[in-house]
């Protein structure tokens, strides 16, 4: 699952350590998974699918006063409730994944799917809140299939910034989906407006995109991608970030004919999205330094959005 490191412009924890979270959210998964298939194929829910990182023992007693607290359902995942969130501190809010074992489901791939599910719930409360502070998520980003898409599809190692908000020049940029890989970053925009629609390239502001038998205008995607990109090579050249940086337009329910593309851009429509899909997510490289310094770099300039939590605020 990718994670999600800037959406628009929310409060994201990977500000705060971008060393830490990371390797903590995949090391947070694979030992909730492990717990909750153990408990599946047992068919007995485990006494906690808590996973508490760096505890002490005071605080595991008081966790373990506070379990009392849970309702424990055997049919979904679920989320932290708010009573005892407000019995945790600082440190517990930010580093615990809750889940309960979801027994109703038939099949592995079935509870693979519920735990994404949640696991992405998760990944968007990271993407906008720290211990301290907040900010308001639009709701269309829990029913974001292209969200969801980009998280649950691609492996723990790449990164994502969802339609971010850069700060340059002290005006507010939004971009449209930057990928950062172990070994590259991709510049994605995306046509996808209607279902089977062929989009018809020109070196013009706009291009034509035809659905059956009707015909209309649409912004020429070439001007936000390029844009895309030479805002990460100035931000990549500052901070000396050596990676490559490649640029698609992506049309994954339509097909895209644009003879005089140039040689940098790749199309990736219904017919060539799938194998670079594929090859993409089989990268087998770990999580490497150039390209944490490149996503820290790319963080420097995200404009963030957020108010302080009432409680800490009272603190």
Not at 25 to 50: D, H, M
Not at 255 to 262: E, G, M, R, S, T
Request: hydrophobic share 35%; proline share 5%.
């Amino acid at each position: 699952m990718a994670q999600l490191l800037k959406l628009q412009d929310y409060v994201s924890r990977y500000e705060t350590d971008l060393s830490r979270y990371p390797s903590q959210f995949i090391r947070l998964k694979k030992q909730q998974w492990l717990k909750i298939k153990q408990a599946w194929e047992t068919g007995v829910p485990s006494q906690s699918n808590s996973v508490e990182i760096d505890s002490v023992p005071e605080e595991e007693k008081r966790f373990r006063s506070l379990k009392k607290l849970f309702k424990r359902k055997t049919n979904a995942i679920e989320i932290p409730i708010e009573a005892y969130e407000e019995n945790k501190t600082p440190q517990d809010k930010e580093e615990d994944f809750e889940f309960s074992t979801p027994l109703h489901v038939q099949t592995e791939t079935e509870l693979k799917q519920s735990f994404l599910d949640h696991l992405l719930l998760f990944q968007l409360k990271w993407a906008s809140s720290t211990v301290m502070e907040k900010s308001f998520v639009d709701r269309r980003f829990y029913i974001d299939e292209r969200l969801k898409h980009f998280l649950q599809r691609f492996p723990d190692n790449y990164f994502l910034f969802y339609e971010p908000i850069f700060l340059l020049k002290k005006a507010p940029v939004e971009l449209d989906v930057l990928l950062l890989t172990p070994t590259e970053i991709w510049c994605l925009t995306f046509i996808e407006q209607s279902n089977q629609a062929a989009y018809l390239g020109e070196n013009q502001h706009f291009w034509k995109m035809k659905v059956r038998d009707k015909e209309k205008k649409v912004l020429n995607p070439v001007m936000a991608v390029n844009r895309m990109e030479k805002i990460v090579k100035q931000i990549f050249q500052l901070y000396e970030v050596a990676l490559p940086i490649r640029k698609a337009i992506v049309s994954r329910n339509g097909f895209i004919d644009y003879p005089d593309v140039a040689g940098d851009i790749a199309i990736l429509d219904q017919r060539t999205y799938g194998e670079w899909f594929e090859r993409a997510r089989k990268t087998p490289s770990p999580i490497k330094m150039m390209q944490i310094r490149a996503a820290k770099s790319l963080l420097e300039y995200g404009q963030t959005t957020s108010f302080q939590r009432p409680n800490w605020e009272s603190e």
